[in-house]
T-cell receptor, first 112, second 112 residues
Framework: DVKVTQSSRYLVKRTGEKVFLECVQD?????MFWYRQDPGLGLRLIYF???????EKGDIPEGYSVSREKKERFSLILESASTNQTSMYLC???????????FGSGTQLSVL | GENVEQHPSTLSVQEGDSAVIKCTYS??????FPWYKQELGKGPQLIID?????GEKKDQRIAVTLNKTAKHFSLHITETQPEDSAVYFC???????????FGKGTTLSVSS
């Protein structure tokens, strides 16, 4: 089975801190995605990557950046965390473009 | 860009009844429409998908229908069971086919 592992299930950070959310997949997938999930808003795409060192902005990239130095790892970076970035963050990967995304269990980030 | 509307936001049914969730999309170029199920504490999981060259697809108790002219697609669950209780998300291919745009989700509750 494909496994997408997010480094932390729960994370509490302070306003202004630099935050790293890590995601690792074990199936040699080319494509990786970061979504943010908020009640009543569904899943919103932050960034995605179709290759190592490649990144594309999604619908809500402001305040975030990403890093993909290795194929299996896709990191989401909050340069200066703010309270409105308190949310559930979901990482996903896929072998074939948009088909069959495999999601991690999510990281619930609280910014105080 | 693509916009996906999903209704209803909550749905309660009795065990054995059918459940229908509807989505509309805005971008006529969208050609891939998956449905994901998210159980409590887990990431979303693909349950069924359909491409724009197909009008209907069925997998045991679940089916998806697509009306390209009206730009809407629906998820049908028959003979619902308590384990069908979850949040369901529809999605459509957006950003020139490079990313999935999700609806806001439907919380389905099946009572026995």
């Amino acid at each position: 089975d494909v496994k997408v592992t997010q480094s932390s299930r729960y994370l509490v950070k302070r306003t202004g801190e630099k935050v790293f959310l890590e995601c690792v997949q074990d199936m040699d997938h080319e494509n990786m995605f970061w979504y943010r999930q908020d009640p009543g808003l569904g899943l919103r795409l932050i960034y995605f990557s179709y290759d190592v060192k490649m990144k594309e902005k999604g619908d809500i990239p402001e305040g975030y950046s990403v890093s993909r130095e290795k194929k299996e790892r896709f990191s989401l970076i909050l340069e200066s965390a703010s309270t409105n970035q308190t949310s559930m963050y979901l990482c996903a990967s896929s072998l074939l473009g948009l088909e069959k995304l495999f999601f991690g269990s999510g990281t619930q980030l609280s910014v105080l | 860009g693509e916009n996906v509307e999903q209704h209803p936001s909550t749905l309660s049914v009795q065990e054995g009844d059918s459940a229908v969730i509807k989505c509309t999309y805005s971008d006529s170029a969208s050609n891939y429409f998956p449905w994901y199920k998210q159980e409590l504490g887990k990431g979303p999981q693909l349950i069924i998908d359909i491409r724009s060259n197909v009008g209907e697809k069925k997998d045991q108790r679940i089916a998806v229908t697509l009306n390209k002219t009206a730009k809407h697609f629906s998820l049908h669950i028959t003979e619902t069971q308590p384990e069908d209780s979850a949040v369901y998300f529809c999605a459509a291919s957006g950003q020139a086919g490079t990313a999935l745009i999700f609806g806001k989700g439907t919380t389905l509750s099946v009572s026995s």
